[in-house]
């Protein structure tokens, strides 16, 4: 694959010694691997390209193997190729030749240049030169996107039947200037449960409640519902949770230098603390659950 650097694992999952959780993690934006060929393309720094990132998701979320869970994450960066939206969400204007006619050219998230191939960075800055090949655009999703989503189907499948039921937790930073509509409150996090349909009430309000205890200020679904993945995997009526989780980055990062905070270290740490009462309480769901079967 002429437009990734040999050496570099596309994705990775760091598996636990031994899965005692009902979780599977994701973090499909944390990715920091800029393979020459690709910087080659952007108008962009080094720096600016990197604005898209989930900084440091994958770390803050590494913990989750000593609880007990998989975690998949991604090393290609999200402005490379976003695996949180459909496989072909493909903007015309992009690429020199023909998409093909099953490609979603008219969604909101291409319209917004967000699209499968993303064509700007946060902040709107566009991402390309010029024009790519159509090949490009759909080489990346046979040879990136569809592998990594039968990772995480198959991952998602184990735990369901290991355990009766899995909670996918996909995870995700958000800028730091991120406010709610009316009032202007700052978020540090967003629970997006598309609406009530991917997840359990129960679940949901489960993850919100413990993030307050903890002293965090919540917000469920806005601005952030979660987006592809969490739609498409979260089927609850089946026992097949999915949520979104959504971190204000600026508790951890500088957002001018990307730089970890001198805090990085405590917030990992009352995060941790987070997704272990989260564990317990779905591991006493379940059991709920399956008397309530009998």
């Known amino acids: 694959m002429s437009e ?6 596309l994705f990775e999952v760091r598996e636990p010694q031994t899965q005692r959780i009902p979780f599977v993690f994701n973090s499909p934006h944390s990715g920091r691997r800029y393979s020459r060929a690709f910087l080659e393309q952007s108008r962009l720094d ?4 990197r604005r898209s990132e989930d900084h440091y998701v994958d770390e803050l979320f590494g913990c989750v193997t000593d609880l007990g869970a998989p975690l998949l994450l991604a090393h290609f960066p999200r402005a490379f190729l976003d695996v949180n939206r459909e496989p072909y969400e493909l903007d015309p204007r992009m ?6 006619p099953y490609a979603n050219i008219g969604s909101m998230r291409v319209a917004g240049g967000l699209g499968t191939i993303p064509r700007l960075v946060a902040e709107n800055m566009d991402i390309y030169k010029t024009r790519l090949p159509v090949e490009q655009a759909l ?3 046979e040879s990136i996107y569809k592998p990594y989503h039968a990772c995480l189907r198959k991952l998602i499948a184990r735990t369901h039947v290991e355990f009766g039921l899995s909670v996918l937790v996909d995870c995700h930073s958000m800028p730091g200037n991120i406010r709610l509509a009316g009032s202007g409150q700052r978020p540090d996090f967003i629970i997006g449960d598309r609406y009530g349909t991917s997840v359990s009430a129960d679940i949901c309000q ?3 409640s413990l993030l307050e205890e903890l002293g965090f200020s919540v917000s469920r679904n806005k601005p952030y519902a979660g987006g592809f993945i969490t739609e498409h995997y979260g089927r609850p009526a089946r ?3 999915a949520l979104q989780i959504e971190i204000n980055r600026s508790l951890y990062v500088d957002e001018a230098t990307l730089e970890k905070k001198p805090q990085f270290s405590l917030f990992a740490e009352a995060l941790y603390s987070f997704l272990a009462a ?4 779905v591991e006493k769901y379940a059991d709920g659950t399956a008397l309530a079967a009998e």
Do not use: S
Request: charged residues 20%; negative net charge.
């Open 4 to 9: 990734h650097d040999g050496d570099i694992d």
């Open 46 to 49: 080094a720096m600016a390209i």
């Open 95 to 100: 690429f020199d030749g023909q998409l093909p």
């Open 139 to 141: 080489d990346r999703v």
């Open 206 to 208: 489960a993850a919100v």
């Open 239 to 241: 026992g097949l949770h």
């Open 278 to 281: 989260f564990a317990l309480y």
